[in-house]
C-alpha cells in the first residue's frame, strides 16, 4: 500500500502564506492526478485541489481559486500546494490523495482516491 507524506502545516495569521508537500513513499507520481482535500472540524473532507496528466491540467474549488496553486515537480517526486491570502476559513487538516487510476474527470471525488497521507494540520488566525 502507496502512503503519501504531508508536510509545511502551521500557523499563520490571515493574508499569510504556508506550502504543503506530498511525497509518496514506495511509488512516483507518474501521471495520475494527484489531489487536495481538507476537512474542517465538523465538516466533510472536501476536494479543493488537483493536478492530473503530469502537469498538463489543475482543476481548483471555488473556495480557493486565485489564491491557491498546485504543482508538480518530478525531479523530486513531489506535488506542492500554495497557498496564498490565507483566511480563517482556511483553518483545516489538510491532505493529500493519489490514485493511478484515471479520475474521469472526478478529481474531487473523496471516494475515488486509495493512496491518502495523514494529513498536516493548517490554522489561520486574526
Known amino acids: 500500500q502507496v502512503q503519501l507524506v504531508e508536510s509545511g502545516g502551521g500557523s499563520v495569521e490571515a493574508g499569510g502564506s504556508l506550502r504543503l508537500s506530498c511525497v509518496p513513499s514506495g511509488a512516483t507520481f507518474s501521471g495520475n492526478c494527484v489531489a487536495w482535500f481538507r476537512q474542517s472540524s465538523g465538516k466533510e473532507r472536501e476536494g479543493i485541489a488537483a493536478i492530473c496528466g503530469g502537469g498538463t491540467s489543475t482543476y481548483y474549488d471555488d473556495s480557493v481559486k486565485g489564491r491557491f496553486t498546485v504543482s508538480e515537480e518530478y525531479a523530486k517526486n513531489t506535488v506542492y500546494l500554495q497557498m496564498t491570502s490565507l483566511k480563517p476559513e482556511d483553518t483545516a487538516i489538510y491532505y493529500c490523495?493519489?490514485?493511478?487510476?484515471?479520475?474521469?474527470?472526478?478529481?474531487?471525488?473523496?471516494?475515488?482516491?486509495?493512496?491518502w497521507g495523514q494529513g498536516t494540520q493548517v490554522t489561520v488566525s486574526l
Open positions: 490523495a493519489a490514485d493511478p487510476k484515471p479520475t474521469n474527470g472526478r478529481w474531487y471525488d473523496v471516494d475515488f482516491y486509495n493512496w
